[in-house]
């Protein structure tokens, strides 16, 4: 075969890029900041696996290793070769623990979610609301034991959105405060905020929403219309009606 045949003046070595030192640094550095992140999840979520994953790292001393080299390879061309394989046993080892306690470490962060959603809808929610958070909660239990992500992923979006339907009326009757005194007619602003407060604590979103257009009501006028556009925004639409 005539290619074989042929001569080459110069033979073919590849060359290896290696990483100026002070990058080294700073992965060195940023290694050892996730070590210590991952310390505080595994202990947090309690995981028998992540424990026994983080040992191996110390065990085996991965970043004290890691960083003698990286400081070996400081002045010393022929130390950074062996400085990235040390930085690159480390990642893999801290990619082994972040992978073992992945799920469980998601699930704290949903639970916690959930919690606070579940609080607001108990405290502001109606009953529709409140049914359908516990209908999340079961069918997020369910998904878990299945360890499936996205559908918890969608769960929680919707518990979310559930709960700022719930929030609404209360927000928006908040900040009307800061407008009480460019409203007409004081003693019915004043009736109409002791209506609301009474309203909030019996958690009677329907009479919250009925002192909230009243309100909007006696506001300038182009201030009417700017609150109608918030209202169209949270989903109830327009219009004012009397408390």
């Known amino acids: 075969i005539p290619l074989l045949e042929e001569v080459f003046e110069e033979v073919f070595r590849p060359v290896v890029t290696l990483k100026p030192v002070e990058k080294m640094d700073e992965d060195f550095k940023a290694q050892g900041k996730r070590l210590e992140k991952l310390r505080e999840q ?3 979520v309690d995981s028998r696996e992540g424990r026994e994953a983080l040992e191996r790292v110390d065990d085996q001393g991965l970043l004290a290793t890691a960083g003698r080299q990286v400081a070996a ?5 022929d130390s950074r070769g062996e400085a990235e394989k040390r930085l690159l046993d480390l990642k ?3 990619d082994d623990v972040e992978r073992r306690i ?3 470490v998601f699930m704290k962060e949903t639970n916690e979610a959930l919690n606070e959603i579940t609080e ?3 405290q502001y929610g109606d009953q529709k609301e ?3 958070i516990l209908e999340i909660q079961r069918s997020i239990r369910s998904a878990a034991a299945k360890r499936n992500r996205d559908t918890i992923e969608r769960l929680l979006l919707e518990a979310k959105i559930l709960s700022q ?3 609404n009326w209360e927000l928006i009757f908040l900040s009307l405060h800061n407008s009480v005194s460019r409203m007409k007619n004081a003693d019915d602003v004043l009736k109409l905020l002791f209506i609301g407060i009474e309203a909030m604590k019996r958690s009677d979103r329907q009479k919250l929403e009925q002192v909230v257009r009243a309100l909007i009501s006696l506001l300038p006028e182009d201030e009417i219309r700017a609150s109608a556009g918030v209202l ?3 989903g109830y639409g327009g219009g004012t009606k009397n408390a």
């Open 42 to 44: 595994v202990n947090s």
């Open 73 to 77: 390879a400081h002045g010393n061309d």
């Open 92 to 94: 893999r080892a801290l």
């Open 102 to 104: 992945e799920f469980q």
């Open 120 to 122: 607001r809808i108990e």
């Open 130 to 132: 409140k049914i359908a």
């Open 165 to 167: 339907h719930a929030f």
């Open 232 to 234: 169209a925004v949270s």
